[in-house]
Nanobody
Framework: QVQLVESGGGLVQSGGSLRLSCAAS????????MGWFRQAPGKEREFVAA????????YYTDSVKGRFTISRDNAKNTVYLQMNSLKPEDTAVYYC?????????????????WGQGTQVTVSS
């Protein structure tokens, strides 16, 4: 069982930056791949970024490549999402999620544990 708590969301102007954090409970954090997803009003939840257990491989949706960076600190049981050059279309509730099994890193149904979400609002 893993409990996830996101923080770091807020209101930022277009072109600005935010760093989201996701703190995980439990002693097995390093055994989970971790992902970030987002959901804008009226839209389905979509994949943003993911990182494997050892931080060796990262994955990004095309719209955030070159702007967002996912990282993790297994000693601190925390995964991060550094978001730069933010755009109004990045506005959404951002969720972190933990995936205990092999399989697609991009599919939300592969993730067993989810945080409560943190709001990111980018003004134009």
């Amino acid at each position: 069982q893993v409990q996830l708590v996101e923080s770091g969301g807020g209101l930022v102007q277009s072109g600005g930056s935010l760093r989201l954090s996701c703190a995980a409970s439990g002693r097995t954090f390093s055994s989970y791949a971790m992902g970030w997803f987002r959901q804008a009003p009226g839209k389905e939840r979509e994949f943003v970024a993911a990182i494997n257990r050892s931080s060796g491989t990262t994955y990004y949706t095309d719209s955030v490549k070159g702007r967002f960076t996912i990282s993790r600190d297994n000693a601190k049981n925390t995964v991060y999402l550094q978001m730069n050059s933010l755009k109004p279309e990045d506005t959404a509730v951002y969720y972190c999620a933990a995936k205990p099994r092999l399989g697609s890193m991009l599919a939300s149904n592969e993730y067993d544990y989810w945080g409560q979400g943190t709001q990111v609002t980018v003004s134009s």
